[in-house]
C-alpha cells in the first residue's frame, strides 16, 4: 500500500485572510459566464468541476468513485483534477480563481482555511440538508462537524479527511526500562514519571519526543494539554487570545519540567527526527496520529497506542478535520449535484473505499466494524485505537483569520520555553498579547 499522503501539514501554510478578501472584493465586476440554472431540473446535463488536493494512489481512489458517480448519474459529468500542483497551493488558487469566476464546484481544503473560505461568499451552505436525519450529520465527530461550520451558523462543506492525536509508545524501550506501558487511563503524572524512568543517557534514549521548531506541530501538539485542563484559545469572541490563562501556564509548566528539570524530553528542531528517532527505539513515547504507523511498520518497530494522557479523567485530543467545500455559482443544478455528490462521496459505503481504502481514519464511527477497516488494523495495529479516540476530538482548533499568526506566536514561546530561554507565564503572555494583535489585523 502506497503512504504518500499530499496533505502533509495538517493546516500549516495558510495565506492570509486578507488576500481572500480583497480577492472577492474583485467579484462585483467579474462575470462567472453563462446564467446558471434558476430552476432545478435533476435531469438536465451538468458538469462539475471537482479538485481533490490528492495525488498518486489517492487521486486514483477519487477518480475512479467520480467514474462510478457518473455511470449512476449519465447527466452528471465530474471534472477530476488536483487543483494545485500540492494541497498547500490550492488556498491561493481558489483565491485567484474568485477573481477569474473560474473555481470549482467541489474543493479540498484544510480545516484552517475554513474561515477565510467562508467570508469569499462563494460557499454554499447546506445546513438545510445536513440536518434530515438520513444524512447521518451526528456521526461525524464534534470537531469535524465544527470545522465544516466555521461561523457557527452556515455548513460550508461536509469532512473529507479526519485524524488525531494519540499517545504511541515503544514497547522495546519499555521493556528494557522494566516500565509498564500505558493505559487509557493515565495521567499527567502518570506520563511525566514514566518519560523519566524511560530516560538513559547513557543511551541517548529519551523518554518524550517534542517538536521545538515553532511551527503548528509545535503548537497543536500542546492544544490538547490546554483543554483537557479547562483552557481555551480564544475568548467566545474569537478576538481575543486566552490561552495565558491558569490552564494554559499549568499545561505548559508540565512540559517544560519534563524538558528542563527531568531532561527527558528529545526537542527536535525539525518536525520529522523525533519520529524516525522513536522508530529506531530511542524514544518511549510520542504523540502522533494515523500518518505513523505505516512507517513504524516499515521500520519493524514494536509499538503501542493509547488515547492521550489527560486530567480529571479527561483525554481530549485534536483533530486535523479536513473539508470537501462546496461553491456557489447561482445555479440550482450544479448545486444540487455537488451536493448529492459529495454527501455520497461521504456515505461509509464508499468512505471504506476511500478513506479506510487509503489507511486513514474512516469518516463515521460507524466504519470501524467494517470488514474494510479491520482489513486495515490487521496491516497497522493501533489505528483502532485512533479511531475510537475520534470521540475524544471535541474541540475544534479555530478557524478564525490570523490562526497562522497565533499559531506562530504561540509556538515560539513553547519552543523556547522547552529549551529553557523563559517562564512559562511570561511567555504566554506576551505570545497571547502577539496573537490577539494579529487577530485584530485581519
Known amino acids: 500500500m502506497l503512504r504518500q499522503h499530499i496533505r502533509t501539514d495538517r493546516g500549516r501554510g495558510a495565506i492570509g485572510a486578507a488576500a481572500l478578501l480583497a480577492t472577492t472584493a474583485l ?26 488536493g490528492q495525488a498518486d494512489q489517492a487521486q486514483t481512489i477519487l477518480t475512479g468513485l467520480a467514474e462510478e458517480f ?34 470549482p464546484d467541489i474543493s479540498y ?31 461525524f465527530s464534534g470537531a469535524a462537524r465544527a470545522t465544516a461550520q466555521p461561523t457557527g451558523d452556515a455548513t460550508i462543506g461536509f469532512p473529507a479527511v479526519v485524524d488525531n492525536l494519540s499517545l504511541i509508545y515503544n514497547k522495546t524501550v519499555f ?56 483552557g481555551e484559545i480564544l475568548d467566545e469572541t474569537e478576538t481575543e487570545a486566552t490561552f495565558d490563562s491558569a490552564a494554559g501556564v499549568e499545561a505548559l509548566t508540565l512540559l517544560r519540567d519534563m524538558a528542563v528539570e527531568d531532561e527527558s524530553v528529545y526537542l527536535d528542531q525539525t518536525d520529522t527526527k523525533f ?40 483525554h481530549t485530543t485534536i483533530s486535523g478535520a479536513d473539508l470537501w467545500v462546496l461553491f456557489d455559482h447561482q445555479d440550482a443544478n450544479r448545486e444540487y449535484w455537488s451536493y448529492e455528490f459529495t454527501k455520497w462521496l ?14 486513514n481514519l474512516p469518516l463515521r464511527a460507524s466504519e470501524i466494524d467494517s470488514p474494510e477497516f479491520q482489513a486495515q488494523v490487521k496491516e497497522m495495529p493501533g489505528l483502532e485505537v ?52 494579529a487577530l485584530a489585523d485581519q
Open 109 to 139: 481544503a484544510f480545516g484552517s482555511w475554513a474561515s477565510e473560505l467562508a467570508d469569499s461568499d462563494r460557499t454554499l451552505d447546506i445546513s438545510e440538508q445536513v440536518a434530515d436525519p438520513a444524512v447521518g450529520w451526528e456521526e
Open 346 to 359: 461521504t456515505d461509509p459505503e464508499q468512505d471504506v473505499r476511500w478513506n479506510v481504502a487509503y489507511g
Open 275 to 314: 519520529g524516525q528517532i522513536f522508530a529506531s527505539d530511542q524514544i518511549g513515547m510520542i504523540t502522533s496520529g494515523p500518518w505513523s504507523l505505516y512507517d513504524l511498520q516499515v521500520a519493524g518497530t514494536d509499538y503501542g497506542v493509547v488515547p492521550l494522557p489527560g486530567t480529571d479523567g479527561t
Open 175 to 230: 521493556d528494557e526500562a522494566g516500565v509498564e506501558y500505558p493505559t487509557e487511563d493515565w495521567t499527567w503524572d502518570d506520563f511525566r514519571a514514566a518519560a523519566k524512568d524511560l530516560t538513559d543517557p547513557a543511551t541517548t534514549t529519551y523518554g518524550y519526543g517534542y517538536s521545538v521548531s515553532g511551527s503548528e506541530e509545535t503548537t497543536w501538539q500542546f492544544w490538547p494539554h490546554l483543554w483537557q485542563n479547562g
Open 386 to 437: 485512533m479511531a475510537a479516540n475520534s470521540e475524544n476530538a471535541t474541540i475544534p482548533r479555530p478557524t478564525v483569520p490570523g490562526y497562522v499568526n497565533l499559531s506562530e506566536a504561540i509556538g515560539t514561546a513553547i519552543s523556547e520555553v522547552l529549551q529553557g530561554q523563559g517562564e512559562p507565564a511570561e511567555a504566554l503572555s506576551r505570545a497571547a498579547d502577539d496573537a490577539t494583535a
Open 70 to 103: 457518473e455511470e449512476d448519474h449519465p447527466n452528471v459529468t465530474i471534472e477530476v483534477s488536483s487543483g494545485a500542483p500540492s494541497t498547500e497551493d490550492l488556498l491561493q488558487k481558489l483565491s485567484s480563481s474568485f477573481a477569474g469566476g473560474t473555481y
Open 27 to 52: 467579484l462585483a465586476s467579474c462575470s462567472t459566464g453563462a446564467q446558471g440554472a434558476t430552476t432545478l431540473d435533476k435531469d438536465a446535463d451538468v458538469t462539475l468541476t471537482w479538485w481533490t
